[in-house]
């Protein structure tokens, strides 16, 4: 099985490639090969014997999504994009790479004799705009109050479109606020929900720019992963035509994360986050949705955390070796 990654430089590209390694394969299929591809170069999954090509670009460029399926894989999981506040800041930077490109991978497809891959494409809640209902199901209507979940809400009805056309078997997963993100800080106007967990844990200053009231919905890295995975089992028999789904994941107010940091971490650690307000995050964050109802996705086999303690104990034991400073 030849498998893509699109955005493998990025971590749950990093951490998708490595549990396919890991696992040996892809629904019950050995993989042979992988394509890697970003606008920086990925690494080269380690452990892994097969064939791996390394792609660097924009996904978006004329002729780069045409060399890229090629060879016709079976399976591509569309991760490339541009995060919320680059997005909201960087108009044409958000609709190049967030649309463009994955109209051009799309495309690339269409136009590709006898070709019929499995495509899962990461979007986001972010597609869902306000008035909110107490929680959001999947048939809410799409919204949305930023550019970015607009990039994604396009991309969505696209891929249903390209799906019920056969020119694909299409999933969209709508990912909650992944968390905790390891590495350095994004932007992602959703980054704080990390920082305030991460930096602590590292013994570092993070910075809260919203109210401690703010109740949002997120799920670890190793639960992203999981449903990206999941996703790509699932026939179009069980998805049916709504393609696109949310996923499950912890709902919380900051507070809340923070009252998990400090059992697990103990307050030490929970003082190092300073309340500084920011203006541009708490607009952007006031047009998100709060709660999921996730129902469908759980019935088709989709898994999360069940509390936030769960996604901080995480987080220590995958990127923290089991330590906090």
């Known amino acids: 099985m030849h498998v893509v990654v699109t955005g493998a430089a990025g971590m749950i590209g990093r951490k998708l490639t490595a549990r396919l390694v890991k696992d040996g394969g892809l629904n019950g299929k050995p993989i042979d090969k992988f394509t890697l591809t970003d606008v920086v170069a990925a690494d080269k999954p380690a452990g892994f014997a097969g064939k791996v090509d390394i792609v660097t670009g924009d996904l978006a460029a004329p002729g780069a999504a045409e060399k890229l399926i090629a060879e016709k894989p079976e399976v591509i999981f569309h991760l490339a994009g541009v995060v919320s506040g680059e997005a909201e800041i960087d108009f044409d930077k958000g609709y190049h790479v967030n649309l463009d490109g994955t109209r051009a991978l799309l495309e690339a497809i269409r136009h590709s004799e006898n070709y019929h891959p499995k495509f899962i494409f990461t979007s986001s809640i972010a597609v869902y705009g306000a008035p909110f209902p107490h929680a959001i199901p999947d048939d809410f209507h799409l919204t949305p109050l930023t550019s970015y979940g607009t ?52 013994g570092q200053e993070a910075i809260l720019p919203v109210a401690d009231t703010v109740r949002h919905t997120h799920a670890s890295p190793r639960s992203a992963v999981g449903f990206l995975i999941h996703a790509a089992s699932l026939t179009r028999e069980q998805l049916g035509p709504r393609i696109n789904l949310a996923m499950p994941g912890v709902c919380c107010t900051v507070a809340e994360q923070i009252e998990s940091l400090t059992r697990i971490a103990g307050p030490k650690v929970a003082a190092r986050i300073k309340r500084q307000p920011d203006e541009l995050v708490m607009r952007i964050v006031a047009g998100w949705s709060e709660r999921i109802d996730a129902k469908r996705a759980a019935e088709l086999g989709f898994k999360a955390e069940k509390d936030f303690d769960e996604i901080v104990k995480a987080h220590i034991e995958d990127e923290l070796g089991g330590k906090i400073a």
């Open 151 to 202: 990039q994604k809400a396009i991309s969505e009805l696209l891929l249903a479109d390209y799906n019920r056309r056969g020119f694909l078997d299409g999933v969209g997963i709508r990912l909650p606020t992944i968390c905790v993100r390891p590495g350095k800080p994004n932007k992602a106007a959703s980054g704080f929900f990390s920082g305030i967990i991460r930096e602590p844990l590292a």
